[in-house]
């Protein structure tokens, strides 16, 4: 029995010192290049981060968007970690789409914006 909590305080502090914290890198696209009207996938993909502590939220003019998915939280070589949020959405003129990302204690809103729309 002895051998068994110290090999689990090991394995706890081996995981400990070997995730540092490291604050995440965030994508925003669509699946489809924009156009105003039509049906495509807002996605949010957030990478490289350490520890998993994370929320993200896909947001349409402030608010939640509703009926999103997301992946399996994963991990990546040095214990760093990435997850993807998605969405349905037909994109409106004049609206805002944003990406907010909490991790650990920073939150940041990362932007879909006119720049990804066509017009013709």
Known sequence: MRELICF???????????????TPKVQVY???????????TLICHVSGFHPPDITIDLLKNGEDIPNSQQTDLAFEKGWQFHLTKSVAFKPVKGEEYTCRVRHMKNQNNYAWGEFYVSVF
């Not at 689990?8 to 490291?22: A, E, H, N, R």
């Not at 669509?30 to 495509?40: A, C, I, L, R, V």
């Open 8 to 22: 689990t305080l090991f394995c706890l502090v081996f995981v400990t010192v070997q995730g540092k914290i490291s």
């Open 30 to 40: 669509s699946h489809f290049p924009g156009e105003y009207g039509k049906d495509n």
